[in-house]
């Protein structure tokens, strides 16, 4: 210590990262995950971003101990996982590029400079802006072809899953209990759909044969296609839009598992038998368990595309193993911790706050103006922290809400305008999009006139 009495020693970056990461595994789930495939069009496909770390740093912290300063840098650090799930149609071309510029879409609208919280907080926005920015640069290209996407965010216990189309993301809690964490964008099944694509002018109804008899589900004309919301289908009609469904919730400390899969597996399995066919194997045996149920049912009729992950508790010593063992159901349970009624005060304290599965966040609206609202913003961080963030956090001042361009000063217009909501805004108030994606949000709500499709390309 005596030569260095003057020199500021820094902890090296990689000693705190390391001591961050091993406070970060006491209390962080442990993520298992594994997947499986039958093809039978090539349509199907996956992206799994495992173990992707964001580190940032909040200022510098400067102490002195006997004469010597010490220099550290607080960090936060975190770990995400991403998963995603495409399922093309008319062709893989959308899948594909979908799989190829979506996540890098989705990260683009993230902000700078955000603490854990806040990230998890700005997901559903970026998600929203990600699905449609790669939806207005596929379709300018041009080709036919679309796909459904299934893309789950989980950082520690929040799941964050952004869904277009009728790829299914279920989850069972530790507790046992089934939560849908994507909307099924099939026009069969979804009223409110409809009634949307049929206000912005488009037509839904079944396959005529000829003789008057129709067949088959519902469709939208023109195109036929069976879903009302998608990636690509620039040949459909531009109110089968690419805003997706967001639904974000909190697990118990007890975990849980979540199956992802293509409409190959639902169109045989219901939720509980996909469930209860790989209770207790391990993520992969249970990815391929599930997708071979569901060929045996069915047979290999569609692309049978399956993931499963589960989110397992960190093992706490402290925390006494609750004796009764369950039959059924609970093999799946005993791989997780659980609490029992009768547990020490010293186990109630540590548990002050409700141990259950929260949502945090559930918005499904096809308005853009819908999504990146106050409300929505202000809804969402106040159930679930009690503190408000500044707008100017959220979105970037002068770059496109959804592109992430650069706005011209002349160019800006408020994703508010020409919504009902407008009067109580002020013209200035943002978030901003650009011309062209301003074009796009008219044309997702049957706003650009008919005929009108393409002539903006020649501008
Ligand atoms: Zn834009």
Redesign the pocket.
Known sequence: MMAASREHHTVPLSVLLKRELANERVEKPEILYGQACQSKKGEDFTLLKTECQRIVGDGITTYSVFGVSLIQQTLFFFFFFFFQLFDGHNGSAAAIYTKENLLNNFIAAMPPDLNKEEWVAALPRALVAGFVKTDKDFQQRARTSGTTVTFAVIEGLVITVASVGDSRCILESAEGDLYYLSADHRLECNEEERERITASGGEVGRLNTGGGAEIGPLRCWPGGLCLSRSIGDVDVGEYIVPVPYVKQIKLSTGGGRLIISSDGVWDALSDEVALDCCRGMPVEAAAAQIVKEAVQVKGLRDDTTCIVIDIVPPEKPAAPLPTPKKLGRGVFKSMFRKRSPESSSQIDKEFLEPDVVEELFEEGSAMLSERFCFDAMHFCVKCRLDMKYPLCKMFKLFI?A??Q?EIKPDEGISIHVGSSDFGKLRPWDGPF??S??QEKKEAMEGKRPPGDRHSSDSD
Do not use: A
């Open positions: 496109c959804v592109c361009v999009l650009c062209s994606c």
